[in-house]
T-cell receptor, first 109, second 112 residues
Framework: GQNIDQPTEMTATEGAIVQINCTYQ??????LFWYQQHAGEAPTFLSY????GLEEKGRFSSFLSRSKGYSYLLLKELQMKDSASYLC??????????FGAGTTVTVRA | NAGVTQTPKFRILKIGQSMTLQCTQD?????MYWYRQDPGMGLKLIYY???????DKGEVPNGYNVSRSTTEDFPLRLELAAPSQTSVYFC???????????FGPGTRLTVL
């Protein structure tokens, strides 16, 4: 099976920066997705990396190192609405996603 | 576009009952997926389909069945409900295997 490791919880202050790390081992690799999931809601797409390097989208950035099996999601200028679970999901050689358990980010005023 | 819709939103079943969770997408996506999410756990893939008439097992298929007779619909069938199937079920769709998956709002199922 696949192995995805990310921290369970992180807490940060409004306006701060938080980095969520994810390490993975998959059968083949076809890119890595990050999803955001608010409590009681469905996951929604944040970012996708298939090549090494940093992808920036507004306040959110995602980094990938394929050789190290490592990715991170960077959340800048944190807002209260960013309190949610963040799911790391690498895609295997059959293009199926495996999801980590998620990192719950709590933003405090 | 409504996106991905799921019915029902909530359901309580007794052990041994059967039910079908409905999923429909109006984005003309080829790929459709069923996941379950247990508290504190990642989403687990139950079944998926790469097009009408084609289905395949995911990581946790036991106790479930699917069919894909049209591009739009991908129902999930539970034949003999067990307490271990208490979970939140999400349906998702994507245009291809490398594209973003869009999720429905989920069905919260309790088996007592």
């Amino acid at each position: 099976g696949q192995n995805i490791d990310q921290p369970t919880e992180m807490t940060a202050t409004e306006g701060a920066i938080v980095q969520i790390n994810c390490t993975y081992q998959t059968s083949g690799f076809n890119g890595l997705f990050w999803y955001q999931q608010h409590a009681g809601e469905a996951p929604t797409f944040l970012s996708y990396n298939v090549l090494d390097g940093l992808e920036e989208k507004g306040r959110f950035s995602s980094f990938l190192s394929r050789s190290k099996g490592y990715s991170y999601l960077l959340l800048k200028e944190l807002q209260m609405k960013d309190s949610a679970s963040y799911l790391c999901a690498p895609s295997d050689d059959d293009y199926k996603l495996s999801f980590g358990a998620g990192t719950t980010v709590t933003v405090r005023a | 576009n409504a996106g991905v819709t799921q019915t029902p939103k909530f359901r309580i079943l007794k052990i041994g009952q059967s039910m079908t969770l409905q999923c429909t997408q109006d984005m003309n996506h080829n790929y459709m997926y069923w996941y379950r999410q247990d508290p504190g756990m990642g989403l687990k893939l139950i079944y998926y389909s790469v097009g009408a008439g084609i289905t395949d097992k995911g990581e946790v298929p036991n106790g479930y069945n699917v069919s894909r007779s049209t591009t739009e619909d991908f129902p999930l069938r539970l034949e003999l409900a067990a307490p271990s199937q208490t979970s939140v079920y999400f349906c998702a769709s994507s245009y291809s295997g490398t594209d973003t998956q869009y999720f429905g709002p989920g069905t919260r199922l309790t088996v007592l």
